[in-house]
């Protein structure tokens, strides 16, 4: 089926979580030599002029394609092709897409994969005009969300931005594209084994709202990238469609509950911490799907020492009640600069360390043990299996492996409880009073 045959399913009827599903995309292309459709998308949203985004890497991927295509089919357009060889996604570009759109185009492209795209569909959504996306690689699951992950004040957050109208996915680019690019796409979708496990744990113990359907939806595209991940190695058409189609789908699964938790938890987390640390000391960081993947590894044997522990009620009330938040503050505030302060602020709302309101979860937690841990041992993989995965796509088990100090990594997983107002594991054992002993663990356990 195709995925816009099940974006239909989806929109036909209310679904039993109480919701109707709606994604914003209108047209996805996935195949060979999908690119050549792309005059036939302008002409149908009536464009006259084409604005044409890309960065140097993705404009030599596909960029003097996409501007043939519209020479050959009579298209006018306009291009702004950003000269960084490795762009971020912050305030700096969108302002320099602005400031170099040609008001005389009706209709955007953006050429590339997740930078080009955050910052495509953050012009798209200012400039009112539609967007299409040519995807360059099967890297990320930002194509068919209407977010753009962006760097703001030097923290990582999600901007509302717009879905891309039409996704184009041309098998014959996107296998060409760097391999690790290819793994990265993968890591971004073994993120969502936790995702699904701290989404639905999550609707346990926070009354979170949850779509077991969305969430099932998301389970088999993970596993039809699983199944064809050494034949992504090997550049596989098939391969590279089941990876892309994954991703589109996650985008789609975000769409259809207005939330990010069908696609990510605190493997992201990991992701977006050790991002906030290179924009602020300059550190070390990679791909944020392999990033993810790094993530998911770590999550995958904590989780796995979650099952061993029987929650302590008198232990997590101590620790909760000794909690120093200043104190913490401060740790943050040295852990990542500046960005701590977007976190901090976010708690004044947030009051996840409410002493009233975690006597509250925890009386929860400690009624719903077994069916947290049953949650658990059905959504999350185990650790042979994630290492058994990332070895055969040849990927990075440990932090270290990708150049990030394997000394900060107890930090990392502390803090990743405030990067979003989301519950995920550091929450739970933070709500436990088991944080310090898992944090101290995390890179034994590796």
Not at 139 to 163: H, I, R
Not at 166 to 185: E, Q, S, T, W, Y
Not at 279 to 295: N, P, W, Y
Not at 362 to 382: A, H, P, R, T
Request: with cysteine; proline share 2%; glycine share 8%.
């Amino acid at each position: 089926m195709s995925i816009m045959n099940i974006i239909s399913d989806f929109e036909k009827e209310k679904c039993p979580c109480g919701k109707t599903h709606t994604a914003a995309v209108e047209k996805i292309i996935i195949e060979n030599g999908a690119i050549g459709h792309l005059p036939k998308c302008i002409n149908e949203y009536n464009g006259k002029k084409a604005f044409i985004l890309a960065d140097i890497n993705t404009y030599n991927a596909a960029g003097e394609k996409v501007c043939r295509i519209l020479d050959e089919g009579g298209i006018q357009y306009s291009k702004y092709i950003f000269g960084e060889v490795s762009l971020s996604a912050d305030e700096k570009a969108v302002g320099c897409a602005i400031m170099h759109f040609d008001n005389n185009c009706d209709i955007i492209i953006g050429v590339g994969s997740g930078v080009i795209n955050d910052i495509g569909k953050i012009l798209s959504n200012t400039a009112k005009l539609p967007y299409i996306i040519v995807a360059t690689a099967p890297s990320m699951d930002g194509y068919a969300s209407g977010t753009s992950s962006m760097s703001l004040d030097a923290l990582k957050v999600s901007l509302t931005s717009k879905c891309a109208n039409v996704i184009i996915g041309d098998i014959d680019i996107m296998k060409n594209a760097p391999l690790n690019m290819l793994k990265a796409g993968l890591g971004d979708m073994m993120a969502k084994y936790v995702s699904i496990c701290e989404w639905k744990f999550s609707n346990v113990i926070t009354g979170e709202y949850y779509c077991e359907r969305v969430a099932g939806l998301v389970r088999g595209a993970v596993k039809k990238c699983t199944d064809n991940a050494k034949a992504l190695l090997k550049r596989d058409d098939a391969a590279v469609r089941a990876v892309f189609e994954g991703l589109v789908l996650g985008g789609i699964a975000m769409a259809f509950t207005g939330l990010s938790r069908p696609a990510s938890g605190v493997e992201h987390y990991f992701s977006h911490i050790w991002d906030m640390r290179e924009l602020e000391f300059g550190t070390k960081a990679d791909l944020h799907g392999i990033q993810c993947a790094v993530g998911t590894m770590y999550a995958a044997k904590l989780y796995d020492k979650i099952k061993n522990i029987e929650p302590d009620k008198d232990k997590a009330l101590k620790y909760v009640s000794n909690f120093d938040y200043d104190e913490w503050s401060n740790k943050l505030r040295d852990f990542l600069g500046k960005s701590a302060e977007t976190m901090i602020e976010l708690e004044k709302t947030e009051q996840k360390y409410s002493v009233e309101e975690h006597k509250k979860r925890l009386d929860v937690i400690v009624s719903n043990w077994d069916k947290i841990i049953g949650i658990i041992n059905d959504e999350m993989l185990q650790p042979t299996e994630a290492e058994k995965l990332l070895k055969a796509m040849e990927m990075p088990l440990k932090a270290e492996e990708i150049g990030i100090d394997e000394n900060i990594i107890p930090m990392t997983f502390e803090a990743a409880k405030d990067v979003r107002d989301k519950y995920v594991l550091p929450r739970l054992a933070w709500d436990l009073g088991i944080m310090d002993e898992l944090k101290q663990n995390i890179c034994k356990a590796n």
